[in-house]
């Protein structure tokens, strides 16, 4: 007998909503939302699918009103508790819009807790769509199983990162340091990777002295910016973060 295909797995609709999600609430979603659920996944009344909230895990619901442009939720019942995330975030230089919007969403599904644009003195990006990457980042996790929505900050200047950042950063330094692999330690932490231009000398010098600076090293080969941002939280995540 043939096996049973795992790919593609019986899984019920995910979808992020902006309600306080409890026992028996009911939810009104909004067009976009009701639009995907009705004309393109093609549900009606009594259909499931998992909800979350950001912050109170993971609910099974019911559609209960299915009209033509609305659609109406009764939650059920909890499916999962909220899931700590590792305290990591990624202060990244932002590139070509297609780089940061693949960027957001490969972050998401990493793990990452909190996303930071800086602006270096090489950044080249257009303006940053902060509304944009939310929505982004909100899809990646509802495809990836999060019960959580990483942070996406305002952009703030290189000096400002220094400053308020009171944990390791582990700073991404094509001219060398330590192995990622061994540098990363479990513990409140940023990594930060410069532009497609890289970090000037003036900003690798004030970065390395910050007295909670750590330059690693991602091997001999210059990665572009977003595939070092990611491939730093990767190692991160399997080292220091909750892949161990
Ligand atoms: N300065 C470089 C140049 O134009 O030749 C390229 C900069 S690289 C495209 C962009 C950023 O990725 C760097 O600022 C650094 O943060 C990170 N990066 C790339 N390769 C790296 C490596 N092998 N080790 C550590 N960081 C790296």
Sequence with gaps: MPATPAWPPKSLPRLFVRAQLRDGVRVDLDADQANYLGNVMRLGEGAELLVFDGTSGEWLARISEAGKKRMALTVEQRTREPEAIPDVWLAFAPVKRTQT???VEKA???GIAKLIPVITQRTIAERVKLERLRSIATEAAEQCGRTRLPTIDEPISLAQLLKQADRAI????????EPAASAFKPGPAVILTGPEGGFTDDERAVIRAAPNAIPVSLGPRILRAETAALAALAVYMAVAGDWC
């Design 108 to 110: 998401t599904e990493l």
């Design 101 to 103: 919007d693949w960027l």
């Design 170 to 177: 582990y700073f991404a330094d094509e001219g060398g340091g």
